[in-house]
């Protein structure tokens, strides 16, 4: 039985409107350059959220300090703990912390309040440190941020780090992903008169622990020879964080969110840095393969090249049985970033998947160029797509599996299209070579799951009407 | 976050330390959902609007649509209403529903948009419609959201026209998920009494999958049905925080009295839920209603040394939490600790009048609390079991109690949706679900020589 949208082909209702056409592009036939740094429409049924929320999932794995969300408590209750950083040590940055705004704040303001919060975490949890976000309303009230922290940390001896996240500036997480550098630089420059040794270490940038990826790169990158510095900011603790000025190299990951920071440790401490993957068998690999160019140590490449022999032969088996398995099938991408994007495109297409739809939410022009030159000719790709257009091309491009996020995985379901987890809902590690089985496994498993014939074949009755 | 809890007793009075609430834009956006080819607005930023899609969407399991004003830095300075007229134009040409529900958010608030000048002032194609609410979300909870956008409908929308009232009822179910919707409708069929349900996320949020995929799903409460609510006989409001104000309203605009009843949890608010219908509509009771009500009667009788004398901490929404106190009560159970993070100090004198009637003492009752306080309680005297939502689930893990999920929200099980804790069939589920997690609990936790295979 065949799946319908509910959009009518060349109907009425258009699911593009006539703004959004530059910025959808079809392989191969548009001549355009895709628009990309636009706002999104009023009225869109965007995916997109906002600068708070861009800056809140770089900052919140830092597990040992306190997050405190100046503003009414929604904006805190909705982040409490919604993406899955996995810690090996402290769970502070689990617990949900609101100043809880009421009217009388805002209408004198909200600093008294903002102190008081702050003074009560610090007297009760000690942490290190304390990043204090600021919501939309905060930045209309005016309420002096900085200054408030500057205080607090005086007072209190410790790191108060105001995070200029006000949600209205931009529906880009970009833009969050900006206000949380600035933290973070804040947070790693060393007080007068101290120095941070340089070391050998890497720094990985932009990788934030969700399934233990960090842990198992930790363990690739000591097998051939490198120490890891810290992760930025998976599984880190602020004492950790302080540490980045001493790193040796900056391994950037999500380009989406830590390029800028990159850019910005290699002005202030020298520090260069490289672009690697580890998401799928081919990424973890040339992602090893630079690295061991960079260090230019005796015996690295060769280190680096005996992992990745072992690794690709050691997981050979099982990719060919799900590449069997699945060759052929159609997928269609919507993920933030375009880091993820790319990786994904990379780990279906080993996998014999064609991506014939592929959109992302803050990508950028050089980013759709890489993905555009990846896709092959027909395939549509959308830069900030809304449902209405997910939809119409799950079902023109006849989607076999999505990949993307939380609000992606209902409307697939409802189209019958096979869904994989590849955001902050994910539980499982998905990067290296085990990921690359994991994820291959996690194709397999929702595109050729029983339960789709649950829904293909329903039973030919006559149904009275009611509800 | 188990080693996060301060040794000993730590005074906190300022903020929230682990809410046990959310905004009010989330309330108002879930009961838009309940009218039929409505699209939810968000009047704000973005971010407002993906979070609250994403926080129903995970609680639902279900598609959430609504749309934002997008404000920029340009709108938050010289005010929202371009954004808003844009953004109405945009919705009726690209996702054509027939009513689009503006709510507002702190930022467009504080600002000081006025929504009726500017929906006034905005194109509206013939035979559409737009209705706005108010939803600061520095003041009330999702709850307070929720109670605004139902009455905004009734404000909008409701009209008397008819010069005899009709022999149907109102029902005003509150902020509960569609599958207790569904069982109060079902308890109207079984009386035969022609019943509005407003709003009913019924067929939204709980729509089953067929072959065809629909952007409006069939379910949720036709313009015409809203209207018609004005000629109705008779309002019943379930559940005072979500839905008094409409039935207030009711009466106000369109003559329509109103009985307030708490959320029909347990055998007495269900109870009163069918004596109201019985009374109102001199309708015999059903057979069929009887016949549930003295199952649960017969089961509180064979499982109640399960549970008896069990102390419980319930805690979330209070239209859930004040009639689910109420049934552990006659359940023979100890309220320890009932808590909500919606504001409303006659929270506190409900629990405490229900507690003094079953001779209840020494138990703490809290209204504007979170979960930090909840866990110090129960630091100081522990609980055998917590019934609340997901966020619970932190406390149970770190003090080893079992957690029985109810209310709003539930992000990591499945179904809940879908099945009833309301009318007396709600009332076997939750006996089913509080005694088989106490038993499931003494299972894993006994010796071998006490391990039974009767219980």
């Not at chain 1, 060759?327 to 933030?336: H, M, N, P, T």
């Not at chain 2, 300075?77 to 958010?105: M, Q």
């Not at chain 2, 993070?341 to 009048?353: D, L, Q, S, V, W």
Request: proline residues 5%; aromatic residues 8%; glycine residues 10%.
């Amino acid at each position: 039985m065949e799946i319908t949208g509910s959009i009518p082909s060349g109907g009425v209702c258009t699911p593009c409107l006539d703004e959004r056409q530059n910025s959808v592009v079809t392989t191969g036939k548009t001549k355009t350059r895709i628009h990309c740094a636009d706002d999104s429409l009023a009225g869109a049924v965007s995916q997109r959220a906002c600068v708070y929320s861009g800056a809140r999932v770089v900052l919140n794995p830092i597990t040992d300090a306190a997050h405190l969300v100046h503003g009414p408590v929604g904006c805190a209750s909705y982040t409490w703990d919604i993406r899955g950083s996995l810690s090996s040590g402290s769970g502070m940055y689990r617990n949900s912390f609101s100043t809880d705004l009421h009217e009388r704040d805002i209408i004198f303001g909200g600093e008294k309040r903002l102190a008081a919060c702050i003074d009560e975490i610090v007297r009760r949890y000690h942490p290190p440190a304390v990043f204090v976000y600021a919501t939309c309303v905060v930045g209309i009230i005016g309420d002096d941020i900085i200054r408030v922290c500057r205080e607090a940390s005086e007072r209190h001896g410790i790191d108060v780090i105001p995070v200029e996240s006000s949600g209205f500036i931009s529906g880009n997480k970009i833009i969050g992903y900006r206000a949380a550098a600035h933290a973070l630089i804040r947070l790693i420059t060393p007080k007068e008169g101290e120095v941070i040794p340089k070391t050998r270490r890497v720094n990985l940038l932009g990788e934030y622990n969700l399934g233990g990826e960090k842990w198992l790169i930790e363990r690739y990158l000591r097998e051939i020879g490198v120490e890891m510095n810290v992760a930025c900011t998976g599984d880190s603790t602020v004492a950790a964080l302080k540490q980045i000025p001493g790193g040796y190299l900056n391994l950037v990951q999500c380009t989406g969110s830590m390029h800028y920071v990159a850019k910005l440790l290699e002005e202030q401490y020298g520090t260069p840095s490289v672009d690697v993957n580890f998401f799928g068998a081919y990424n973890t690999a040339e992602s090893l393969r630079a690295i061991a160019r960079l260090y230019d140590e005796p015996g690295m490449t060769e280190r680096a090249e005996r992992l990745i022999e072992r690794e690709t032969t050691r997981i050979e088996p099982e990719i060919r049985y799900y590449r069997q398995k699945l060759e052929g099938k159609r997928a269609a991408i919507y993920v933030g970033g375009a880091f993820k994007a790319l990786a994904i495109i990379r780990q279906l297409r080993e996998l014999g998947v064609d991506i014939v739809f592929c959109g992302t939410q803050t990508g950028k022009q050089e980013d759709y160029e890489q993905i555009h030159g990846m896709l092959k000719p027909g395939s549509v790709i959308v830069d900030d797509a809304n449902p209405a257009e997910i939809e119409r091309f799950l079902v023109e491009k006849r989607v076999d599996i999505m990949a993307g996020g939380v609000k992606e995985r209902v409307l697939a379901h409802k189209l019958g299209v096979g869904f994989v987890d590849h955001n902050h809902d994910r539980k499982e590690c998905l990067a290296g070579y085990d990921g690359a089985v994991t994820f291959a496994r996690e194709v397999f498993f929702t595109c050729c799951s029983p339960v789709w014939d649950s829904l293909r074949r329903q039973p030919d009755w006559e149904v009275a009407d009611g509800t | 976050m188990l080693d996060c809890m301060p040794e000993g007793p730590v005074e906190h009075t300022i903020g929230k330390i682990n809410p046990a609430k959310t905004c009010q834009p989330i309330g108002a956006m879930y009961a838009a959902l309940g009218i039929h080819n409505c699209l939810p607005h968000s009047h704000g930023s973005q971010g407002c609007c993906a979070y609250h899609r994403m926080h129903l969407a995970r609680h639902f399991r279900d598609q959430v649509l609504a749309s934002s004003s997008s404000f920029t830095e340009g709108a938050s300075v010289f005010g929202g209403a371009a954004n808003l007229k844009t953004a109405i134009r945009n919705i009726f040409e690209i996702y054509n529903p027939e009513i689009i529900a503006v709510h507002t958010t702190c930022l467009s608030e504080t600002i000081g948009d006025d929504l009726p000048t500017i929906i006034k002032q905005s194109e509206i194609p013939e035979g559409k419609r737009v209705i706005h609410t108010n939803t600061p979300s520095y003041q009330g909870s999702h709850i307070t959201g929720f109670s605004n956008m139902v009455r905004s409908m009734i404000s909008y929308l409701a009209e008397a026209t008819e010069p005899v009232k009709k022999e149907q009822v109102n029902i005003l179910p509150g902020f509960v998920n569609p599958g207790d919707m569904r069982e109060i409708k079902r308890i109207l069929q079984e009386f035969g009494i022609p019943g509005i349900m407003l709003p009913d996320t019924t067929n939204v949020l709980d729509a089953p999958l067929t072959n065809r995929y629909s952007l409006y799903p069939e379910g949720g409460t036709t313009i015409a049905q809203i209207a018609d609510t004005g000629n109705s006989k008779q309002t019943i409001a379930l559940g005072s925080w979500a839905s008094d104000a409409a039935g207030a309203m009711l009466l106000d605009k369109c003559k329509v009295p109103c009985v307030p009843l708490r959320t029909p949890i347990g055998l007495k608010a269900t109870d009163d839920l069918i004596m109201t219908l019985h009374e109102k509509f001199s309708c015999e009771v059903p057979g069929s209603l009887a016949v549930e009500r003295g199952q649960v009667v017969d089961t509180l009788i064979d499982t109640h040394f399960h549970y008896q004398g069990k102390k419980v901490v319930i805690f979330g929404d209070p239209d859930i939490v004040i009639p689910l106190t109420e049934f552990v009560l006659t359940m023979g159970m100890i309220p320890k600790y009932v808590l909500t993070g919606t504001p409303g100090a006659r929270f506190e004198t409900e629990i405490k009048h229900m507690l003094g009637e079953y001779q209840v003492e020494g138990s703490i009752v809290k209204a504007e609390g979170d979960l930090f306080q909840l866990h110090q309680w129960i630091k100081e005297e522990p609980v055998d079991l917590l019934i609340g939502t997901t966020y619970g689930k932190y406390i149970a893990r770190a003090e080893d109690i079992p957690l029985v999920r109810v209310g709003f929200p539930i992000l990591d099980r499945a179904v809940h949706p879908l099945m009833p804790i309301v009318g007396y069939r709600g009332c076997l589920r939750l006996i089913e679900m509080i005694s088989n997690t106490l038993l499931d609990r003494r299972d894993r936790d006994v010796s071998d020589e006490d391990y039974e295979l009767v219980m």
